[in-house]
């Protein structure tokens, strides 16, 4: 089945399989604007029980394609170190951006997760030995400059510190990605990852859960729910855009998800971003295109060459 899936994305044109690419891409980044709505609209439950039943959900139905799909639950020994980091960072960044969502604008929310490129340039430095070029370091400096406006770290503002949480949910989520790109390079099936992360979060959260349980209503069962089924819309829509494209032709339109999440945050809970939100959006937007456009260009002058 996979090889099938694998040899018709081959057979199809570039710009067909990029179309695709950002097609997909659009759809992940509306299905993770619609789960920051649904764990916001969940109301006033501990981060670790939103973080389980969200992820629980995933566990299930990733955990039912492999079985499906006959993938092997077993990971390889060599492996192991990899998917625990990437599980833990992973599980701490889900942790921040959920405790940041219930307590900032969702657009906010959704703009600090998307540092993590950033950070995930940083780590490749030190986890992949990867050597960033000068436009990587300016635009990681220009997109802290952005995060910087949409914090506001003042004494006065109370917003402060939810902010700076989710500032650690993109360094948390970049972490991850870095650890995700490593498996990858191994040649780790994404399901395989998508589920041991789910499964280890759901272990993680559990005892708190048991600590310091609220129970749920039926509307807060149902929103929960619905994070967890808009969850695995972005994971499977992540995961088939980067198979039809690579991640510097299409990784701009992700930040689709901010405008998508603004949109929500207006309509649901008429929440507006202040200026200072909106001049950090554009920086951060600004750096994300602007290392896109020369990774672009990059990979032309390196096809020009080779031919």
């Not at 940083?122 to 400059?145: D, N, R, Y």
């Not at 991850?176 to 099936?189: I, Q, W």
Request: proline fraction near 3%.
């Amino acid at each position: 089945m996979k090889d099938k899936e694998n040899s018709s994305v081959k057979g199809e044109s570039q710009s067909v399989r990029r179309l695709k690419g950002i097609g997909f891409i659009l759809l992940a980044a509306f299905g993770f604007s619609l789960m920051t709505t649904f764990v916001k609209l969940s109301g006033d439950l501990p981060t670790f029980e939103k973080a389980f039943f969200r992820n629980f959900v995933a566990m299930v139905v990733f955990g039912i394609i492999m079985i499906k799909q006959h993938i092997s639950f077993i990971p390889e020994k060599k492996n192991v170190p990899d998917l625990f980091c990437r599980s833990f960072f992973g599980t701490l960044g889900l942790l921040c951006n959920f405790y940041a969502i219930d307590r900032l604008n969702i657009a906010d929310a959704n703009m600090l997760n998307k540092m993590s490129p950033f950070f995930a340039v940083i780590f490749s430095i030190i986890i992949l030995k990867e050597k960033p070029k000068l436009v990587q370091i300016i635009g990681v400096i220009t997109a802290f400059v952005g995060s910087a406006f949409i914090i506001k770290p003042t004494g006065s503002n109370i917003q402060a510190f939810p902010a700076f949480m989710g500032l650690l949910g993109g360094l948390g989520a970049g972490i991850a990605y870095t650890f995700v790109r490593k498996l990858g390079l191994k040649g780790v099936n994404g399901k395989v990852i998508i589920f041991y992360f789910s499964a280890f979060s759901c272990v993680l959260c559990l005892p708190f859960i048991i600590w310091k349980h609220e129970f749920m209503s039926l509307n807060q069962c149902l929103f929960l729910l619905l994070a967890g089924i808009s969850a695995c819309i972005g994971q499977t829509g992540i995961t088939k855009a980067y198979m039809y494209a690579p991640a510097k032709e299409i990784s701009v339109y992700d930040y689709t998800q901010v405008f998508f999440a603004a949109i929500l945050g207006f309509f649901i809970f008429d929440e507006i971003p202040d200026k200072f939100s909106f001049i950090g959006y554009f920086l951060i937007i600004s750096a994300g295109v602007s290392m896109f456009l020369y990774n672009r260009r990059l990979d032309r002058k390196t096809q020009l060459s080779s031919d």
